[in-house]
């Protein structure tokens, strides 16, 4: 149990990150111009009614006092009203947060699924035909932008063959699931390509390890030599790779949830900009930041468990 | 003798070639799109804003290649045209944070102690948000529009040079030729710049080209959401958007802009790992 101390204090080193994630956030969405006070009114904002919704929500405070009220509210687990919604921000992020936690899971889930055996049988056939095509074809994913490949999967799914459903998110858990297939199947084609990458990378060294080489000269099948000592070996780089990708895998979602019209947190911060709810977009970026910092922690971990060579 | 000399360098030649072949075929897709974007008032076979109502949608033919939009406009004079912004986006949208992450991550490595503290929590935090999130912000903050982009991907896209930077600083401040610099006397900023910084950069310049892959693909994407470039103006996320009403009937509005995405990025994906291989560089 002595490899997993850092459990304990890792948390303490995050409190400065936390602190400046939300100075920056704070910061950031005062610096967006435009008065929330006259947004929320439209055309009845009288001088006299703007003062009263700014007095209401705070607006009229000196910055550092809305900084302090914001620090004092968020450890009491509150961010605010959002002003196009008119209810608690947290409350409205909770109603947002499982379409996209779904998707993230899902979308990850279905990727390593991808990847594990596309790398697989290119480091296995290093330097042959199916290495080639497995790394050109990634290679060239890399590149694809998921809002446009979103559209292309929703020309052949949904327009030529009919079999999923275009866009919106359903009701009940199956309908629920047949929404989020494509959107899934997108973000995970997108960063299957990163992972065979690295999951290919790694396995041809692991291949040709002492360890392996070991494994071997004991009569070990080579399937089993694989499986049982290259597979976990090779998994560590790409539970990292994929920890330090999870900003990009918020990014994509965010984009994604946009084109596919899902009503999760992605969609919430976009519309959140563009009608300058000040506390909404606080609130998602705040929470997107601790997921983060929540995700890398969880990621040393899993690399102690799986490896039990690494000491953090 | 001579003849033997003249086949063997020959040989070498063409071997050099096939073992730099990603690197060769990542610089012909480059290449291509750079002449594109150069002679594109040559190349384009039609304007590629003005409207024409006679030519709406059309389906991709012998006079247009790729179709029409809904406007009547050339889907592939557009693409050529595009090529300059889409360029554009990828290289001053990797140049600044190169330089300012170079700057500052040989400044935090050489230097270290409180400088390099602070410099690594600051990077901590803005690697805490997630990359579209703060760049979204900043863009809602400074308005719509490249420029708007542009100074978004400086603010936080320098971290990851910075870092890259900073750990080669470290090794290479402890090696004989450094040391030997200070006992000359020269200044830090002489040993940092000109005898450091030359042996330390090129992996950054291998990153340089799979960050250009991203900042393209960053760039197309706020351009989709409709916070980047402005229509009329023929980019490529742009055209995606444009064309989004239309995919039931009009595919190819989507879909050959999206390739021409799909097509750069490989060019700078290959182009990076061959100068990887070049220059010895691991990722």
């Not at chain 2, 050339?74 to 050529?80: E, G, K, N």
């Given at each position: 149990m002595h490899r997993y101390k850092f459990i304990l204090y890792r948390p303490l080193q995050f409190l400065p990150v936390i602190f400046g994630v939300s100075l920056i956030t704070f910061i950031l969405v005062r610096l967006i111009p435009g008065d929330p006070a006259r947004v929320l009114l439209g055309a009845r904002s009288t001088p006299a009614a703007i003062a009263n919704i700014r007095a209401q929500y705070g607006l009229d405070e000196p910055l550092w006092l809305q900084y302090f009220y914001f620090l004092k509210n968020l450890a009491n687990g509150e961010m605010g009203k959002s002003i196009l919604y008119k209810i608690d921000v947290l409350k409205l992020i909770a109603t947002r947060i499982e379409p996209t936690i779904t998707l993230i899971v899902c979308s990850v889930f279905l990727s390593i699924l991808i990847a594990i055996p596309l790398a697989a049988i290119a480091a296995r056939n290093r330097g042959g035909i199916p290495d080639h095509a497995v790394r050109l074809i990634s290679t060239m994913g890399i590149g694809f932008p998921p809002f446009w490949l979103a559209l292309m999967l929703i020309i052949l799914f949904s327009v030529k063959l009919g079999i999923v459903p275009v866009s919106g998110y359903g009701e009940n858990f199956g309908d629920k699931l047949a929404h989020l297939i494509l959107p899934c199947l997108t973000i995970a084609l997108c960063l299957s390509s990163v992972l065979t990458r690295s999951l290919r990378a790694s396995m041809v060294v692991e291949l040709q390890s002492d360890l392996a080489t070991a494994a071997r000269a004991r009569g070990m099948?080579?399937?089993?030599?694989?499986?049982?000592?290259?597979?976990?070996?090779?998994?560590?780089?790409?539970?990292?790779?994929?920890?330090v990708n999870i900003g990009w895998l918020i990014g994509g979602t965010v984009v994604v949830e946009t084109?596919?019209?899902?009503p999760g947190m992605g969609q919430l911060l976009v519309r959140a900009i563009f009608s300058r709810d000040y506390m909404v977009v606080q609130g998602v970026a705040m929470v997107f930041a601790c997921g983060t910092v929540l995700v890398n922690f969880l990621a040393d971990i899993l690399t102690v468990t799986i490896d039990p060579r690494v000491k953090l | 003798m001579s003849t033997g000399h003249a086949f063997s360098a020959k040989i070498g030649w063409s071997r050099w070639l096939g073992q730099r072949l990603t690197l060769v075929a990542g610089m012909a897709i480059l290449g291509l799109f750079i002449f594109m974007a150069i002679a594109a008032p040559m190349i384009a076979p039609y304007d590629p804003i003005a409207q024409n109502g006679d030519l709406r949608l059309v389906p991709p033919s012998f006079l247009h290649p790729f179709g029409t939009d809904n406007f009547g406009r050339?889907?592939?004079?557009?693409?050529?045209w595009g090529a300059r912004i889409d360029l554009q986006i990828a290289f001053i949208g990797v140049a600044f944070p190169f330089l300012i992450g170079t700057v500052l991550g040989t400044i935090s490595g050489y230097f270290g102690g409180i400088i390099d503290t602070v410099f690594m929590r600051l990077i901590d935090i803005i690697l805490a948000f997630p990359f579209l999130v703060l760049m979204l912000s900043i863009i809602a903050i400074l308005g719509p529009g490249l420029l708007s982009f542009y100074i978004a991907m400086a603010l936080v896209g320098w971290v990851s040079y910075a870092r890259l930077i900073r750990t080669q600083m470290l090794v290479l401040k402890n090696s004989d030729y450094a040391v030997a610099a200070v006992s000359l006397g020269f200044s830090n900023a002489r040993i940092m710049f000109r005898h450091l910084l030359p042996n330390a950069i090129a992996g950054s310049v291998v990153f340089s080209m799979s960050d250009a892959v991203l900042v393209l693909l960053n760039g197309a994407a706020i351009s989709y959401l409709g916070l980047g470039v402005q229509p009329p103006l023929a980019e490529w996320g742009v055209m995606v958007a444009e064309g989004q009403s239309f995919i039931s009937t009009a595919w190819w509005i989507t879909l050959f802009p999206g390739l021409s995405i799909v097509v750069l990025a490989f060019g700078f994906s290959l182009f990076g790992d061959g100068l990887g291989e070049v220059l010895g560089v691991r990722e």
């Open positions: 099948p080579e399937s089993i030599v694989f499986w049982r000592h290259v597979l976990p070996n090779s998994l560590v780089p790409a539970v990292n790779l994929l920890a084109v596919f019209a899902i | 050339d889907i592939l004079s557009r693409i050529i």
